[in-house]
């Protein structure tokens, strides 16, 4: 039972456009969201997060947004810039316990 | 700020054979938490490890294959147990932010630079 999923698993945009990353989920006790770049070779980097009373945070050029009745959260990243070109990774947890439920990435490529 | 390593950072094991990964924080935390992801996957929770207490292990994963130890605040090893080439997959440690100093919410987990582990 895949509880967090990323239906795309790639996107090619232009550098200087915007790139909007999608991601769905099926608990609805979820309360805390998080977005994670990985390069190859490494782990996961943090990028931004957001708690299931907001239905949006901003962080320099990294947008989240939250759908609770939607069960849905995308990631925009404006203006997109080949260095952001990597795999993207939603998460989801429920607050104190710990676990990271992962979806399966989404490749994103930024192209000059 | 604090820093999280893995040794080795690669291996390449023979079938049978087991591999103790070793996850270093250098600043206390209070939950570790080890992952794996397998070629092509998602990243999946293997267990999470307290200091001073048993690891807490998620469906499909049990102790014998994955035992796991957690001395102090800032050190756990995961060995992988008589490894098959099902076992082949980065494996990686992480740890919570917030209070430990590490990030900007105390559920947001930090990962270290994980394991790339080859099994034939």
């Known amino acids: 039972d895949q509880q967090v999923k990323q239906n795309s698993p790639s996107l090619s945009v232009q550098e200087g456009r915007i790139s909007i990353l999608n991601c769905d989920y099926t608990?609805?006790?979820?309360?805390?969201f998080l977005w994670y770049k990985k390069y190859p070779a490494e782990g996961p980097t943090f990028l931004i997060s957001?708690?299931?009373?907001?239905d949006k945070n901003e962080d320099g050029r990294f947008t989240v947004f939250l759908n609770k009745s939607a069960k849905h959260l995308s990631l925009h990243i404006v203006p997109s810039q080949p260095g952001d070109s990597a795999v993207y990774f939603c998460a989801a947890s429920l607050a104190s316990y710990g676990k990271l439920t992962f979806g399966q990435g989404t490749i994103l490529t930024v192209h000059p | 700020s604090a820093v999280i390593s893995q040794k080795p950072s690669r291996d390449i094991c023979q079938r049978g054979t087991s591999l103790t990964i070793q996850c270093q924080v250098d600043s206390q935390v209070t939950m570790m938490f080890w992952y794996r992801q397998q070629p092509g996957q998602s990243l999946t929770l293997i267990a999470t490890a307290n200091q001073g207490s048993e690891a807490t292990y998620e469906s499909g994963f049990v102790i014998d294959k994955f035992p796991i130890s957690r001395p102090n605040l800032t050190f756990s090893t995961l060995t992988v147990s008589n490894m098959s080439p099902e076992d082949s997959s980065i494996y990686l440690c992480?740890?919570?932010?917030?209070?430990?100093?590490?990030?900007?919410?105390?559920?947001?987990?930090?990962f270290g630079p994980g394991t790339r582990l080859t099994v034939l």
């Open positions: 992480s740890v919570e932010g917030g209070d430990q100093g590490l990030g900007r919410d105390g559920d947001t987990q930090y």
């Open positions: 957001i708690s299931s009373i907001k």
């Open positions: 608990n609805s006790m979820f309360d805390y």
